[in-house]
């Protein structure tokens, strides 16, 4: 849903298309119905808006609220939910310790799995790429239970509930990568033998609507761009 934000409301995303910090903020804007610009970043030569939007991390994503910069994914995400609080549907649960939950293994996504997802990708030796995924996999097992605990014992198609919630919008915003990294070791980092749940899970989620088009599909052309920061 990237469009130009209205007067009142000027929205401007900055990022790198297969990034899964980006992918998770354009799938909560999507959520929420909110039009925004996005600006595509040249992470070989950063430009100065980022520079400037983030200067302690100089990373994307940057998200520009009528001219104020936040960054950080997670941060972002929260921060949508909070300010259009009144549009679309809620990322975060009202109920306080529901939230202080979503908020856990969300961090849990990007710490177990996130991790050693940035390990299997610029790691020199396949040791250290193959030690990475037994921990992700490992990650995804504990939260196979996690979903089973929370979702389907209730019913619920998402960790969200009846829709995409916040930690969906995290885990989901890696899955465009689980192929390539099976290309890249010949590992699965989510099978359906091994998390059931999650594998329907993720089906579920890669056809929702605010989802569709927005994360990377073509192997080849993530593995092209990737080899351009492993030269």
């Known amino acids: 849903m990237a469009g130009g934000g209205g007067e009142e409301e000027k929205v401007k995303l900055l990022g790198v298309w297969d990034s899964p910090f980006v992918n998770r903020v354009q799938i909560v804007l999507n959520l929420k119905g909110i039009c925004y610009e996005y600006v595509e970043e040249d992470l070989h030569n950063k430009g100065e808006l980022l520079l400037a939007s983030n200067p302690v991390h100089k990373k994307v994503p940057v998200l520009l609220h009528n001219g104020k910069a936040i960054p950080e994914s997670q941060v972002i995400v929260q921060y949508i939910d909070e300010a259009w609080s009144g549009t679309g549907p809620s990322v975060l649960p009202a109920d306080p310790l529901q939230r202080a939950t979503a908020r856990f293994w969300a961090a849990f996504v990007d710490d177990k799995v996130g991790s050693p997802w940035f390990t299997i ?86 056809m929702a609507d605010a989802v569709k088009g927005v994360l990377p599909e073509d192997v080849d052309k993530v593995l092209e761009f990737l080899q351009t920061f492993l030269d």
Do not use: N
């Not at 396949?126 to 979903?147: N, Q, V």
């Not at 995290?170 to 989510?190: A, C, N, Q």
């Open 121 to 206: 990708l610029f790691a020199r030796k396949t040791e250290e790429k193959m030690e990475a995924a037994a921990r992700a996999i490992s990650a995804m097992e504990t939260l196979e239970g996690a979903f089973k605990d929370c979702s389907v014992a209730a019913g619920k198609p998402f960790f969200g509930g009846d829709g995409i919630g916040f930690v969906d919008a995290v885990l989901g915003s890696y899955l465009g990568w689980f192929l390539v990294i099976e290309t890249m070791i010949g590992v699965k980092l989510m099978d359906a033998a091994r998390t059931p749940e999650l594998a329907a899970w993720a089906e579920r989620f890669k």
